[in-house]
Nanobody, 115 residues
Framework: QVQLVESGGGLVQPGGSLRLSCAASGNIFKISAMGWYRQAPGKQRESVAVIGSGGSTKYVDAVMGRFFISRDNAKNTVYLQMNSLKPEDTAVYYC?????????WGQGTQVTVSS
């Protein structure tokens, strides 16, 4: 089994920044990709940012230039630096890990952007 533990969510004012972290543990052998998804109330879960094993990244258009994903392979940890946050970024953010065709999810961390 693989466990993912997220941290770093919270309440922030518009224009502020947050950094999310997700640490993976358990049966980690060869991670293909790690990423962040989010789900706002009444909406479907969407991919926010993904980073491949080689470091390639992909972002949803809505966060391009504001969010930055990175990973520390030695620590099996992925980060999401979120800058210039907007109220529409409010959601539960989930960490995802792909390995051998399986997807693993964290429990989610709430991010609320409000004045």
């Amino acid at each position: 089994q693989v466990q993912l533990v997220e941290s770093g969510g919270g309440l922030v004012q518009p224009g502020g920044s947050l950094r999310l972290s997700c640490a993976a543990s358990g049966n980690i052998f060869k991670i293909s990709a790690m990423g962040w998804y989010r789900q706002a109330p009444g909406k479907q879960r969407e991919s926010v940012a993904v980073i491949g094993s080689g470091g390639s990244t992909k972002y949803v258009d809505a966060v391009m230039g504001r969010f930055f994903i990175s990973r520390d392979n030695a620590k099996n940890t992925v980060y999401l630096q979120m800058n210039s946050l907007k109220p529409e970024d409010t959601a539960v953010y989930y960490c995802n890990l792909g390995q051998f065709g399986f997807n693993y999810w964290g429990q989610g961390t709430q991010v609320t952007v409000s004045s």
